[in-house]
Structures are given as structure tokens and as C-alpha cells.
């Protein structure tokens, strides 16, 4: 994306009473962002992945970066709209070292077929933004379809989440509903709903093959699965520990269980 000259003519923003900075400084606070529907990106690598897939509304740069791309005409995000000075783009960032690019994007309105699918995660109060985010990533990285969240997790696009999602959350589709719904409708749908759990079994099912539907329920941070939930789940796993380990970080034991669960013939080395 080359720095346009039609640039130069933009003159950075420099009072917190003009409009558009007051409507981005309040999509810095979750209940703004759910108003509007829109999803805040900060950061160049981000930025660019959610440009190319979601609907751009606003582009910020501060003013520094603005200067930086036009002295040496580098790439620079296409279709900048606004310039703010420095010390204005700082009160709008959440990095203790901004790199002087944030977006507005429409938030994605996801379609999730169930029938097409054969790997999913379902979260239930996993209220850390950052976990939310690391779990995203896992199931990018190892091939889960679709994040179902019951309604008390982390929002997937709080800048947080995304930052820790390293841009998973724009291609992994989710979606925030009911648990037991969704629990239900998996079911129905032909899931193998396995919950990682630390009553549960320390081997998987020995018939488990790597073409069952199969969705991966995790817990939040302290409370877990609740009981009621996991009535519903054909299977409760939980990873082997050593003595005196109380348990893994939920993003940690997320990865690791989408990974067990990618491989069912290596299921028997839990035992050993």
C-alpha cells in the first residue's frame, strides 16, 4: 500500500472537542463499540490483516507516523483519513509503545454452517481478554473452525483480544450465544462434545478418529465448566500433570487439548 501524495494536503487534528476524536476516543470503552457494531485495531500488522477482510470505516495516524511516511514515501495504510497529533493518539492507545496506525472496522457478521465443520471450541466464562485471544490463535493455528463463547466470556474484538489473537479472530468466525443452546445444537448436529475438564479421564476415546465431529469445551480461569454443562458433554478429559501442578494457564491447556484431539492415534501416550 504506497503513501499517497493526496496526503499531504490532511491537517493533523489537534482538539479533544473535535467530533471525529471524541467518536474514536469513546470506542476506546466496550459499550461504545457495541453501540456502533465496530471493532478498534491498533497496531501496522493487525491493521493490514483486518483492512483486507473487514469493512474499513476510519483510518487514524498520528502525526509522527504521517511525517515518517511522507519524508520517505513508504507504504503507509491505504485510504488514511485522519491525522491526529501525537499526544492526542496517545490518549486513544492502549500500548505503552504505539506505532501510530489504528482503524475502525465494521464488526464481522459471521455465518457458521455446522454441517461443513469438523473441529470447534466452545468457551464458557473465560473472561481474560488475552486468554480469549491466545485460544483464538490456537484454533487458527491448529485448525479449529469456529469459536462458540457463551455469554459471560471476553468480547473476541476487544483490542486486547485481538492484539493477543495476532489476527486469528478475523479468520476463525464466532460466535457469542447460550450455552446450553449451543451445547444442544452442536449435538444435533453431530458433535462429539468433549469438555477439558480436571475431574475427568486422563485418555481420550480409544474409537475417536481424526474424522469425527468433534467440539472442545473449556472453562473459565477459575470457575471451570459449570455442572450443568457438563451433563451435557459426552466426555470430560484433563491433562496429565505432575505432582504438586495445580492446573495450566486455560489458553495453555486449550492448545494442548486441540492438539490431542488433531491426533487420536498418539491418544495411548497419555498413559505412559
Not at 41 to 47: C, D, F, L, M
Not at 240 to 263: C, D, F, K, R, W
Amino acid at each position: 500500500m504506497r503513501y499517497s501524495r493526496a496526503m499531504e494536503k490532511l491537517q493533523p487534528i489537534r482538539s479533544k472537542d473535535n467530533d471525529l476524536y471524541k467518536k474514536i476516543k469513546s470506542y476506546t470503552v466496550p459499550k461504545y463499540r457495541k453501540r456502533d457494531n465496530v471493532v478498534l485495531v491498533e497496531g501496522q500488522k493487525t491493521y493490514d490483516e483486518a483492512y483486507t477482510r473487514l469493512n474499513c470505516l476510519y483510518t487514524i495516524v498520528s502525526e509522527s507516523y504521517y511525517l515518517k511516511n511522507a519524508e520517505v514515501g513508504a507504504e503507509a495504510a491505504e485510504g488514511v483519513q485522519h491525522v491526529i497529533d501525537d499526544a492526542l493518539f496517545s490518549s486513544l492507545s492502549e500500548l505503552k509503545t504505539s506505532q501510530g496506525i489504528l482503524g475502525v472496522f465494521q464488526m464481522p457478521d459471521f455465518h457458521i454452517d455446522l454441517a461443513t465443520l469438523q473441529r470447534v471450541v466452545v468457551l464458557q466464562g473465560v473472561q481474560d481478554p488475552k486468554n480469549v485471544g491466545a485460544i483464538m490463535r490456537n484454533a487458527h493455528c491448529l485448525g479449529y473452525q469456529a469459536v462458540f463463547l457463551s455469554e459471560g466470556c471476553a468480547q473476541v474484538f476487544s483490542p486486547k483480544a485481538i492484539r493477543a489473537a495476532m489476527g486469528a479472530s478475523l479468520y476463525v468466525p464466532s460466535t457469542v450465544g447460550d450455552i446450553f443452546d449451543q451445547v444442544i445444537q452442536l449435538k444435533e448436529a453431530g458433535f462429539t462434545v468433549i469438555a477439558a475438564d480436571l475431574s475427568g479421564s486422563e485418555t481420550l476415546p480409544a474409537d475417536l478418529t481424526s474424522q469425527d465431529k468433534i467440539a472442545l469445551l473449556i472453562g473459565g480461569e477459575g470457575s471451570g465448566i459449570s455442572p450443568e454443562v457438563l451433563q451435557g458433554c459426552d466426555y470430560r478429559f484433563r491433562i496429565p500433570l505432575q505432582p504438586g501442578a495445580e492446573s495450566l494457564n486455560v489458553s495453555v491447556a486449550s492448545g494442548i487439548v486441540m492438539y490431542l484431539l488433531n491426533t487420536p492415534c498418539n491418544n495411548d501416550q497419555t498413559n505412559e
